[in-house]
């Protein structure tokens, strides 16, 4: 097997493990940022390749000198910034047998478990967040899921696929206009707070995606959506898809399904729902209100690998007619045919996406899923969100600072007066790279974002957070000790820490059996 044998792949298999293990265990030993500029590593490597082979040992020091530097550590818990891309061992145990497996799952007949197995897991999921049974293979419907990659790729696949089914429909309704006159009229529409994904997949898909206004608080309201819509039809345009957003990125905004869903049913425009982060939420009872309308839609898609704790990447996605998006995107030749083809237990998912081949992801959601369990899993989130609040209570504390919204695991926080404080405050916190935090804009303000992340975040990781701004905001601010805090009580919330241990198995298996609590809602 090329260069390396069995006894080396056990070896150097074992070396790496350990050292995934090692790194996880005392992440939050190193700064959050490296110390690199552009160009470092161009310094270190050679130009080309050599001719001849090097001994894995030599590979893994190198490693180790010349990759790890270059890191910005996603899975310390002094990572606050973007929305979380965490990780569990369990799902990094999936994703190693999923490697060395080496499937690649196109069709039922490629690996009849593969597909299987992403049919089952999609079901699972879908009952986890409590989605409309319309969505859900296991239902009498034409509902079911996919894993994509990303929340890009499975936003392009709705916005492609609602394409074309109305290209379809409307050469029917319209044949007076030729099929280049009807997609150049066709128009799709997402909130200005919508992930920028959205609006590449309206370059990518050569379609105009109009960015609508939200309201002040962040929120994409029917009243601005169907105004823009009537516009359009005015002017001869063809409106065919609402990208609409739950969590949207600045902010973690709602947008408000309840009122844009009625319409887009009405005037056959496709509803699809950009999920992404907060979609995870749903899974606790206390969230589904946010869900509301979410059965008028015709996709949505989630990341596991935000919130679900399942390493990226891993994107699901659900179609409430599976066949629309298979009508669209279906090339058969002779050699992807096979006798199984078209049974509802096994569809061949190289129709639902862009790509023919595919990844076992399924794999690593079932192990991770299995290890963790439903309410363990909601225990983790609810956790999370008691981290954000433990922080949100500490920025109130202090008067010289403001929140200015709140919501799951997510605080945006600036200091009060000229947004050039805040700017200035989150360049030096930036620079010291022990934490990291990104800013966005809310009501015409810089505000700051302090997003829950990491592999094990704890409270004191919120104490040593909170610490970092504070200190921070003193030396830039000139004041000391004596500064005017408002005097408030937190109580103390104290989780249970898992033991460490250098076992894959043994931290697996602590981390996912964390008892919490105090849990408390939003």
């Known amino acids: 097997m090329a260069n390396m044998d069995i006894n080396e792949f056990r070896e150097f298999g074992r070396a790496a493990i350990d050292f995934v293990a090692d ?97 089952i897991m999609m079901n699972w999921l879908g009952q986890l967040l409590n989605l409309p049974k319309s969505f859900l293979n296991c239902d009498e419907g034409n509902g079911g899921g996919i894993i994509q990659g990303s929340a890009s790729e499975s936003i392009l696949v709705a916005v492609l696929a609602a394409r074309e089914q109305a290209v379809r429909r409307l050469r029917t309704q319209h044949p007076e206009l030729t099929e280049a006159d009807i997609r150049g009229r066709l128009v799709a529409y997402t909130s200005d707070q919508s992930n920028s994904a959205v609006e590449k997949s309206g370059i990518l898909g ?35 898809i609402c990208v609409a957003t739950l969590g949207t990125t600045g902010t973690c905004a709602y947008d408000n399904l309840a009122e844009i869903g009625p319409y887009c049913n009405e005037h056959n425009i496709w509803l699809h729902i950009d999920a992404a982060y907060a979609g995870a939420a749903l899974c606790l009872p206390e969230y589904t209100h946010i869900m509301k309308g979410a059965e008028l839609a015709d996709s949505l898609n989630f990341n ?33 045919q096979h006798q199984f083809q078209g049974h509802s237990k096994a569809p061949d998912y190289r129709h639902w996406q862009i790509q ?20 363990k899993i909601r225990s983790l989130i609810r956790f999370h969100i008691q981290l954000a609040n433990r922080f949100e209570e500490y ?16 605080v945006c926080f600036r200091l009060k007066g000229d947004d050039a404080r805040s700017k200035q405050l989150l360049e030096n916190i930036t620079k010291r790279k022990k934490i990291f935090m990104i800013p966005a804009t809310y ?61 894959i198995g043994k931290i697996t298996e602590s981390l996912t059996g964390m008892v919490i609590s105090n849990e408390k809602g939003q």
């Not at 704890?458 to 970092?468: L, S, T, V």
């Open 443 to 503: 009501q015409g303000k810089f505000i700051i974002r302090f997003m829950i992340c990491g592999i094990d975040p704890q409270m004191h990781d919120i104490e040593y957070a909170w610490e970092e701004v504070r200190s921070q905001a003193d030396l830039l601010l000139g004041e000391d000790e004596n500064r005017n805090v408002t005097k408030q009580a937190i109580e103390p919330v104290e989780p249970k820490l898992y033991e460490k241990s250098s076992e």
């Open 23 to 119: 790194y996880l265990e005392n992440i939050r030993d190193r700064d959050v940022l490296p110390s690199v500029e552009p160009g470092y590593l161009h310094d270190l490597l050679p130009g080309e390749l050599q001719n001849e082979p090097e001994d894995w040992k030599t590979i893994m020091e190198d490693f180790k000198r010349c990759i790890l530097p270059g890191l910005t550590h996603w899975q310390s818990p002094h990572f606050h910034a973007f929305y979380p891309s965490q990780t569990s061992y369990s799902s990094i145990v999936g994703e190693t047998l999923a490697a060395g497996l080496g499937v690649v799952g196109f069709s039922w007949i490629c690996s009849p478990v593969c597909t299987e197995l992403e049919v």
């Open 356 to 375: 023919l081949g595919r990844r076992f992801r399924s794999l690593k959601v079932w192990i991770t899923l299995r290890t963790m369990g439903a309410e």
């Open 304 to 336: 596991l690998h935000k919130w679900m704790f399942v390493n990226f990447d891993c994107c699901a996605m659900w179609f409430k007619d599976a066949g629309s998006v298979t009508q669209s995107f279906s090339v058969d030749r002779i050699y992807l």
């Open 395 to 410: 920025v109130r504390t202090d008067d010289r600072f403001e929140v200015l919204c709140s919501t799951l695991a997510l």
């Open 206 to 240: 050569a379609i105009k995606m109009r960015l609508l206004p939200a309201n002040e608080t962040g929120i994409l309201r029917g009243s601005t959506f169907i105004q823009a819509v009537e516009e359009d039809v005015a002017k001869g345009l063809f409106p065919v």
